[in-house]
């Protein structure tokens, strides 16, 4: 079966500080990637998709980015972190190829920028 | 661009009671995929149920089914006999068909309705 892991659970971060947010999925090959944000009070924002190792494709223009160094991680970075930044990360993972794939959720990262 | 309103941020009933939750969508697409996800006080976001937009048969799973809505762009939740733990956040969302893959499984989500369950 496949399962989906996030770390950390819980982060707290001064502003200017850098990010890392680090998602894995195991059980499945190639999947398509996910990062979402919750924000107090908001729905999911989805922020980065991957549908391959380097392929990154970014929807929303922020100072965060995001890679993928390894068919099943994905990772979403900030060189310098605002108050905005907090909020709750939400990574997904989908089955590659036509037709509906359902996304699977992390447990998510809550992020504190103070 | 898909946009998907929830106009009731907060909801609560008794437990056993029957709760609708309202969630209109905007889109210039015909063929797409509806959604009511949930997401427990644990923040683990679960999917309740789909409703693919060809289709007229509402979904049902359980208790939870949908009135799907087409021409009126709006897609409600129905949960029979409520329990203690539907006790969450429903997020309704929207995701465009595509044929190919090209990472488009691209969920856009609303607001959200916090449903809070009575004992």
């Known amino acids: 079966s496949q399962t989906i892991h996030q770390w950390p659970a819980t982060l707290v971060q001064p502003v200017g500080s850098p990010l890392s947010l680090e998602c894995t999925v195991e059980?499945?090959?190639?999947?398509?990637l996910y990062w979402y944000r919750q924000a107090a009070g908001r729905g999911l924002q989805l922020l980065f998709y991957?549908?391959?190792?380097?392929?990154i494709s970014s929807e929303v223009p922020q100072n965060l980015s995001a890679s993928r160094p390894q068919d099943r991680q994905f990772i979403l970075s900030s060189k310098k972190l605002l108050l905005s930044d907090s909020g709750f990360y939400l990574c997904?993972?989908?089955?590659?190829?036509?037709?509906?794939?359902?996304?699977?959720f992390g447990p998510g990262t809550r992020l504190t920028v103070l | 661009a898909q946009t998907v309103t929830q106009s009731q941020p907060e909801m609560s009933v008794q437990e056993a009671e029957t709760v609708t939750l309202s969630c209109t969508y905007d889109?210039?697409?015909?063929?797409?995929?509806l959604f009511w996800y949930k997401q427990p006080p644990s923040r683990q976001m679960i999917l309740v149920i789909r409703?693919?937009?060809?289709?007229?048969q509402n979904a049902t799973e359980n208790r939870f089914s949908v009135n799907f809505q087409k021409a009126a762009k709006s897609f409600s939740l129905k949960i029979s006999d409520s329990q203690l733990g539907d006790t969450a956040m429903y997020f309704c969302?929207?995701?465009?068909?595509?044929?190919?893959?090209?990472?488009?499984?691209?969920?856009?989500f609303g607001t959200g309705t916090r449903l809070t369950i009575i004992p």
């Open positions: 997904a993972w989908s089955k590659g190829g036509t037709g509906y794939n359902e996304q699977f």
């Open positions: 059980g499945t090959s190639n999947p398509n």
């Open positions: 991957s549908v391959g190792i380097g392929q």
């Open positions: 889109t210039s697409e015909n063929n797409y995929y």
């Open positions: 409703q693919e937009a060809y289709k007229q």
């Open positions: 969302a929207f995701m465009k068909h595509w044929i190919s893959n090209f990472g488009n499984e691209k969920l856009t």
